[in-house]
Each structure stands twice: as C-alpha cells, then as structure tokens.
C-alpha cells in the first residue's frame, strides 16, 4: 500500500486539477459548492472528516449526511469536510500517481483529520470503506492504528449489525447522532488536550449513550458455528441503547445547504417532515430502529422551508420521511406551500406514498407544477401473504388508488414487490401477475391511452432487529426460477418489468445477518479487486465466490439458514428500543397470517420503545 507522507493540500489540489479533464463528471472532486464550508483549520479544536461510501451524487442526496455536515460546523470548536468514494476512473489515476484521499473543503489529506466518520446506509458498501481507508493510507484493522491516526467510526442503519465491520472501525455510533456525535468530538477535543492514550479514550467514550466500542466485546462459537456467548471487557456496557432524539420539533436542521453542481440523484431542497413510522411492516427495518413517530409542525416546517429556499435557490421541495403520507398535516402542508410557491414555478414532491393513505387531490395539487410518474409498494401479490408482513393495504386500496390516478391524468405508474418474502407460494406469484393486468385492464377502461406499468420486483433480505430477522433468504436458483416465471407471464408490451440481481440480494443477506468472521471475507475481497458491489456494473459475483471458499466459510450459513427464537444473534448486544419480545410475538403473528394495528390510531402494541426510552410518538396533527 502507498505510503503517504506529508502531503500538502496547495500540491493534492494541482494534481487533482491536473486529473479533472481526464475523467467523467469532474464536478465531483471540487468541493467549492455553494454554501459549502470553509473554516481555518487553526481556529478549530476537533478537524472530522464525514465520509460517504458511495460516489458523490448517491452521498450528496442523502439527507442525513447534509444534516450533520451542517450540524458539526455550527459548532465554533469543530469543523467537518466532506469525503465520497471516487470513482473507477479518478482512483485508478489517484494510486498512479501517489495522490492520497483527501477532503473537498481543503483538500487536507484524511488521514490528517482527528475523525474519520462513515455513514452505512448499504451492506454493498462495506469494500468500499476499506478502500476509501487504503486510499487514505489509514492502517485497515482498528488494532493496527496509532496514536496519530484518526479515529474512524461508523454510524447509520447499517450500524444496527456493524459485526462484519467491527475489526476496522474504532466505534460505532448507534441511533440518531444529532446530540451523540457533538458529545463524541467533545471528548476528541479533551483527549487532544490531554494526550490521553488511545485505550483511555475508547474507555470514556463508551460510557456516551449508543456508543458501541467493538474490541471489549469478544464472541465464543459452538462447534456448529453458532454464537455460544459475548464476553464484555469491564467498563463497558453490557447492552449498547441507542441514542434517540427526543424533540424533533426543536432538533438542528440546517438553514442552508450545499448545492452541488452536477445533478446528483435527489436534486431538490428537502424537508424532513417526520421521523420513524408506525405502521410496522415486518421486513421494513428502517420502520423499527426509527421508532417512535415524531413530528415537526407546519410552522417550523414553513420557516425552514423559507430559509432553504432563499439560501439555494432549489425550484422543488421535497417532503421527505419513511411515509410521508402518513404525516397528519400533510395536506394543510402541501396546500400553504404550493399556495405560496406556486407562483415562483416552485413544485412538491411526495417521494413516498402509500397505497391506503394516497389521496388524488393531494397528487393532483403536488402535480401543478410538474407531472411525474406514481409508485405504488403492495409488496406482495395477495392479501394472504400482505398480512403476512403486516402490510396492512388491500386490493381495493390498490385498485382504488390507481383508478383515482387514471381518472386524474396519470397514465405511467410503478407498482413495487418483493418475492422470497417468508411463506410465498406459487398464488403469491400469480398475485403479482393479476394485479398488474388489472391495473393495465382499469386503464384502458377508463379510456387511457399510452398506459406505462412498470413492475419491480426484488428479493426479500432478512435485516437485524426486524421480526423476520430469524428468517432465511430464499435460495438463489429459486429466486431466479420465480424472476423468469414473471418475466414470461409479465410479457404484455405496456408492462416493463424490473427486477434486481439475486446474486447481489445474496451477498446483502450474508452481510444483513453476518457476524464478526466475516470481517477477514471483507478485507480479502477488498483486496481482490471488489468495490462499488452495489452497482451492478462493477459487482464481481465469481470474486466473492472464490474469496469465500480461499477462507473455509460458507455464505449460506448466514444467508440461507434460519434461526430459532433462542439463538444469540450477532446484534444481540444493540438494542433498537424495540423489545426482542415483541419481535417474537410479531414473527408468530406473521405466520398465522395476524395483522398488528397501528399504534397512532389504536392501543399500544407492546413494542417497548417509548417507555423504555422516555420518548413518546408526537403528531401535530
């Protein structure tokens, strides 16, 4: 690995500028975007650097980097720069020419800052983190660093299982950061002070709420390859709560963001309208370690609204949440904005609708401005399996929806499942089939032409701290047998079918429900060229392959095998604030086909997040 010593930015800044016309999209290597920021590294007591493990235009259209970006930099003490994986082009010319990974802000070598943050929001991710620390020329595994290395940690959904990762990173940070991390770069300041070592620190740090520091905990293994117990170093927590923001009404939200120049996936100002959601679908993670609902008011949301609007110069908001329908001021929202705003051509956008909560006038009102497609998530193709996973919509929901839709104008919709989902029959298939061509049947009735159904599928992946955590993923070459069956059945000209590689479902699974042992499949593949796994053009299935049986371990151990109730599981040591009993009874629930309510409209259903962390869900509605 290169060696990188004392790099100045001045000279990072003239190679790289050398590099720009030479690769594609160079507007991702500049960072001197509006409303970026720039302080003088003197001034500031703790330097982080925020990393996002994917190219520049997937990072930038994430809210929660944009929010702590914002957040660590409206403290006078700290200052935070920003760092995505480069692309094939720019790391190839990189490595050739000795150039170490650097920050956009200064162009200051990462590994000269005191943090190295990673956000995982994906499984398909984690090569990308090591490569993004070899660039850096930071030492891969935890164990390795030195005093003047930075600490690296790690934060975001996938944090919820961080076993697979856990030699690289210094500690994880578990649940919401907006009050966490401010705390953890405290203590970074106070150790840089104190010339404390670094095991003092890690010490210190792990008495913070959510901090998990993964070399006090130490794992044995049954003969069968099952978890046999965790053995914790004294100090440390026996059980890691995550952190929650108890007032989202009052919580940061930056009054002006970056605006990047090249399109990046999500290119629009966006306003979190609420956090978590209630409706409990039992493959949907984010719906659990979200938990509980919080709202944020009209109000607050119209003067940041305001601010974001006159500080970018963005001509759409989007109202973003898990299900943004379902906030309970949504249609006095959209109804003052789009009044408001109409007149400046400025749109709105709902990015997530469900199907029973969808209301046309509202599509219609967002639509004025300008006309896009409509998905809809049934998830599955017949009521037996939707109770299954607690979906909780019907057909009539559908079909009502989508008539409601035609009569209004649309004619392209989208229509989202999942198959592999725990149960599924050959009938579950043929749902899919026969909700498809109704909708295509109720166009045409109701007289619409150039009718455009795209239907995606993908495969289910079991994820942590959900009640189908227990469940095996499906195996791939009956994954694959289902695909072409729809493929075939799905052939109608109107209809487009998608669906995703099962190879990579696979490889998610493994990751998803992984434990610690796979942390050395990770920095072999790493090594054997993997990276940007997520994107189907550079996903090297046969490397994975080849790496898993170099190192004597079987993928489907993870992946493809179920587990009982009693089992440890890898993240048993992480609590989401929801009680692993309610999990169980909610798995049960699932196979006798038993729906659980929502909590906003009916009794508490028991999951143990509000009273065991002192918060409560807040509507404003």
Excluded at 146 to 160: F, L, R, S, T
Excluded at 531 to 553: A, N
Aim: proline fraction near 5%.
């Amino acid at each position: 690995m290169n060696s990188h010593n004392n790099h100045h930015p001045e000279e990072i800044r003239q190679k790289v500028e050398r590099l720009l016309p030479k690769v594609i999209k160079p507007g991702r290597y500049l960072g001197t975007e509006w409303n970026s920021i720039h302080k003088e590294w003197e001034a500031t007591s703790v330097q982080m650097a925020f990393a996002f493990p994917d190219l520049y235009e997937v990072g930038m259209s994430h809210l929660g980097t944009r929010i702590l970006y914002h957040l660590v930099n409206s403290i006078a003490e700290f200052a935070c720069e920003r760092v995505f994986a480069p692309w094939i082009d720019m790391e190839e010319m990189m490595r050739d020419q000795g150039i170490p990974l650097y920050s956009l802000e200064s162009f200051k070598p990462i590994k000269e800052f005191d943090v190295l943050g990673f956000t995982l929001q994906y499984e398909m991710s984690y090569t990308n983190v090591l490569n993004m620390l070899d660039l850096a020329g930071i030492p891969l595994r935890s164990s390795e660093r030195g005093e003047d290395d930075p600490w690296v940690i790690a934060g975001g959904p996938c944090a919820y299982n961080p076993e697979p990762l856990a030699p690289f990173i210094d500690f994880f940070l578990i649940g919401e950061s907006e009050e966490q991390l401010p705390q953890v770069l405290g203590l970074i300041a106070e150790q840089k002070e104190k010339m404390s070592s670094r095991k003092e620190f890690l010490t210190a740090v792990a008495q913070i709420e959510g901090v998990y520091v993964p070399q006090a905990y130490h794992f044995s293994y049954k003969p069968d390859g099952r978890i046999q117990g965790i053995n914790v170093d004294s100090g440390f927590p026996k059980v890691i709560k995550k952190a929650v923001l108890k007032n989202l009404e009052t919580a940061y939200f930056p009054e002006q963001t970056i605006v990047p120049y090249l399109e990046i996936v999500h290119d629009r100002l966006m306003l979190e309208v609420m956090r978590g959601c209630s409706r409990g679908c039992r493959f949907c993670q984010a719906g659990m370690i979200y938990r509980p609902v919080r709202e944020r008011s009209p109000e607050v949301l119209l003067q940041q609204t305001e601010k974001l609007l006159h500080s970018t110069g963005y001509g759409e908001i989007s109202l973003t949440s898990l299900s943004s329908g379902d906030y309970s001021c949504i249609r006095p929202l959209v109804r003052e904005l789009i009044d408001k705003y109409e007149s400046e051509r400025i749109g709105v956008s709902l990015p997530s609708l469900r199907i029973d909560s969808f209301d046309v006038s509202l599509a219609e009102e967002v639509q004025k401005i300008r006309k896009s497609g409509l998905t809809f998530a049934p998830e599955a193709g017949t009521q037996r399996l939707r109770d299954v996973i607690n979906k909780g919509v019907t057909e009539e929901n559908l079909l009502k929806a989508v008539e409601a839709a035609f009569r209004a104008g649309w004619s392209k919709l989208k229509l989202y499942f999942m198959i592999g989902l725990p149960t599924e029959e050959q009938t579950d298939l043929d749902g899919i089939v026969t909700l498809a061509n109704k909708v295509i049947a109720l166009g045409t009735k109701l007289g619409r032409r150039k009718i455009k159904l795209t239907v995606s599928t993908s495969s289910f992946v079991p994820k942590s701290h959900t009640p189908f955590q227990w469940e095996a993923q499906e195996q791939q070459g009956s994954l694959d047998l289902k695909q072409k069956y729809l493929r075939e059945k799905l052939r109608d000209k109107r209809i487009k079918y998608n669906y995703h590689d099962v190879r990579t479902s696979f490889i998610e699974a493994v990751f998803a429900k992984g434990d610690r042992r796979l942390a050395e499949v990770l920095e072999l593949a790493f090594k054997s060229g993997c990276r940007f796994d997520g994107w189907s053009e550079h996903f090297r299935y046969q490397v994975w392959v080849k790496v898993f049986e170099e190192l004597g371990i079987d993928p489907h151990f993870y992946a493809n095998q179920a587990l009982k109730h009693d089992d440890l599981l890898p993240w048993d040591h992480l609590e989401s604030g929801v009680a692993k009993r309610f999990l169980i009874e909610e798995h049960h629930r699932a196979l006798q086909g038993k729906l659980t309510p929502d909590c906003r409209f009916a009794d508490c259903t028991g999951c143990s997040v509000c009273p065991g962390r002192g918060v409560q869900i807040e509507l404003k509605g």
